[in-house]
């Protein structure tokens, strides 16, 4: 008796071309499928259109006197940058309440800033030693925006 063994062919090597090639039609239909389902998700969401040719929404108010304009100024730059906590400024960009008022200062005034700032601040907590031990105890940047906005509201009031 005799036998036979079949035996399988191996496939052929693909090259890069063919394997690269491979690699499109599955991603294609990986996103064709992630497309889908994006649209499936979402179709029940308002589509708003946005006009690309309109200006920036304008920074904060500007102010008169050279405290309160420099609280605005850094109150601005933290919503346009970010914030942060335990460092002047982070490796995205991101500024401290102090580090925010030292970059928009542009007349010198960044350490009388500081100082009213404080005043501020002590007002509702007395026991708060300086700036930047309050802005490390915050959480998120809603009270530092709050905060720099009184803080520059009653610079101009005052006079400062």
Known sequence: MTTTTRTRRAPAALDLDARLALTDAAMTARLDQAAVA?????????VTSV???APAPAAGPT????????????HDRIQ???WTTRQQRNTRG?????????AADRSGHADQACAYLLEVIQQQLPDTP??????????????ILRTLAHAARTASTNHL
């Open 63 to 74: 102010y008169d006197t050279p405290i309160a304009d420099l609280l605005q100024r850094a």
């Open 94 to 102: 991101a500024l401290c309440t102090v580090g925010a008022i030292r």
């Open 80 to 82: 346009r940058d970010g």
């Open 130 to 143: 300086a700036v930047p031990a309050w802005n490390d105890q915050q959480t998120n940047a809603g009270p």
């Open 51 to 53: 006009d690309l040719t």
């Open 38 to 46: 994006f649209e499936v998700n979402t179709a029940h969401l308002p």
